[in-house]
């Protein structure tokens, strides 16, 4: 399974950024999505994920502003990032991984590149 990520940037706190994941090379519906995100100088941590039948679940420090969503028709996950905070600094990785995962999940099966978002203060 290929990953490709997309839609990273530059954004000042409290705006908004809409990642996307665009999957290829296997079923998408076999797989659950994630996002996780490494800032400067930390581990890698869990954000969200989100299962085929769309059950999600989320990190503490982004529930209630980040949402995970998915279009199975187009093999694509996405993450809307609303009230953005400098700590939400990071280099974000869509990640997939059979059914059955434990949640949240430690690792993933299959990683994307990453894609860079900046939130300024």
């Known amino acids: 399974v290929q990953l490709q990520a997309s839609g990273g940037g530059l954004v000042q706190a409290g705006g908004s950024l809409r990642l996307s994941c665009v999957a290829s090379?296997?079923?998408?519906?076999?797989?659950?999505m994630a996002w996780f995100r490494q800032a400067p100088g930390k581990e890698r941590e869990f954000v969200a994920i989100i299962s085929f039948a769309r059950s999600t679940y989320y990190s503490d420090s982004v529930s209630g502003r980040f949402t995970i969503s998915r279009d199975n028709s187009q093999n694509t996950v996405y993450l809307q990032m609303n009230s953005l905070k400098p700590e939400d600094t990071a280099v974000y990785y869509c990640?997939?991984?059979?059914?059955?995962?434990?949640?949240?999940?430690?690792?993933?099966?299959?990683w994307g590149k990453g894609t860079l978002v900046t939130v300024s203060s």
């Open positions: 090379g296997g079923t998408f519906s076999h797989y659950d």
């Open positions: 990640a997939a991984a059979g059914l059955g995962i434990a949640w949240p999940p430690r690792d993933m099966d299959y």
